[in-house]
């Protein structure tokens, strides 16, 4: 009762702010072609890099670009999903942050329901067609098992994107501003997980594995449903199971959250 | 001309009060560069064959391109947008200087403040942590420091245009991103320009972005000998030349049937 109570109230929120963003259309069409030229245009310098350059450390450029389709797809939904929270720090700051206090839902729902950026979705396109592109050459064994393993590193992926999105905003409750270094890890984690993390150092590697854990989502499942030997050696049950810590960390980060909501002091203004 | 030197330093001295922003921007792209570089290191580990331009220069190139990032355009002024909004932009037009100088003054130091403040620490970093090398040679260095100079005031006039539109549009965000999204592919900072295909070079040189990167960073690393430097600054001047009279034609356009909306 209460999640289904909780999933209509969603859905009215989306429709709202869908309905408000169609009433600049032209403006919406035009960003939301820019949004795709910058992301096609990502895309294509993989493109780019692979015919200068044949292989990148034993990976072609199929297997590359169903990593990134995966990567992608999860911030993409994530991004979308989280729009609220990213305007969080200014909630704080004019204390529009109170009137959502006084609701009877909760702080979360509200906030993520607050805005739903259509234009944010351009990501997914570039990200379908890549995994899509991808799947078709790289002759899969598409078992029932491997179909749960994507859509699971899918919905690993944009729970762990969202759950740091949420903790980025969290810390708007301390500081009244969102850390725009924060982007950093969002955006450059993106950048670094649309290609296989064994090409990079081993300390940042493992920053993406252990501290950040993007790799868990998109790398070690990605080699599992490709069938390829991980050149760092994890093992296969690994490779199945590692999603899950997308979905971990999430909860982690409501957790945090909630501190943080249980903490906030209104700016009074 | 005191006049617009006035505005350009004002400006300028306002711009130089976001320490903190720099600061976060300094790392962030610290990050950025860095992953790039390793990314690049990867796809030349990969290779033996003869590659249009060394690893070690792209290297130089993508720190180049982290310092400088700052200076393309990558915004429109929300400054002005806020007047153009309110209808405070009546005041600008009774102002006793060209308006399109002025914009074009406003946007020259937007472009340059927040870009040295960035540039100096990263590339510090990159000199002494990274291995970036020097100019490959005393002109080389001259010739990078003159085609940066046109590359800012192509990025300005290319502001300059993109606010310009805002007298049509209001907003600007959507030309905004698309010309964005063009600056990242065709000026370098994607993919450094000699190593996409051969087929499409004659295109890409032909467009006005390579002058924003491309040209200025090639010229440092002597990736382009000095002897065709007249030739890369021409390119970059005529571009500038080009969007300085197409913004000075839609500014005149636009006011022509200006509306000043608010009371």
New interface residues.
Partial sequence: MNVLDSLYVYRRFLGVSIRAQMQ?K??????L??????TA??F??IL??F????????WNVYQVAFIYGIVNISFAVADALTTGFDLFGDMVKSGDFDRILTRPRSTALQLAGQELTLRRISRLTPGLLALTWATMNLELNWTVANVGLLMVSVAGGASLFAGLIVLQATLAFWTTET???M??MTY?GV??TQ?PIN???PW?RNLFTFGIPLATVSYFPALAIMGVPDPLGTPLWFQYVAPLIGIGFLLMSLQVWRIGVRHYLSTGS | MISYWAILSARFRSLLQYRS?AL??L??QV??G???V??FQ??????NAE?PMSGSDVETYIWLGQAFLAALPWNIDTDLRALIRSGWIGYELVRPVDLYWYWLSRALSWRTAPMLMRAVPLLVFAFVLMGMSPPVSVGAGLAFAVSMCAAIVLSSAITTFLNVTMLW?I?G??????????V??FSGM??PLP???DWSQPIINAMPFRGLVDTPYRLYLGHIPLSEFAGVLAHQLVWILTFVVAGRIAMARALRRVVVQGG
Avoid: C, H, K
């Fill in positions: 600049y032209a403006s919406f069409f035009m960003q072609g820019g949004r795709l030229i910058i245009g990502e294509m310098a780019v890099l015919d200068r350059f044949d292989s990148l450390i034993g850390l725009e270094m982007n950093t450059g950048e670094t290609y090409i990079y150092r940042f | 922003a976060a921007g790392i962030t990050v950025w860095l992953i790039r390793m990314i990867a796809f030349y580990r990969s290779t590659q549009t907003t965000d959507g030309i905004t991103q698309m010309t964005f999204g063009l990242l592919i994607l993919v190593l996409y295909p």
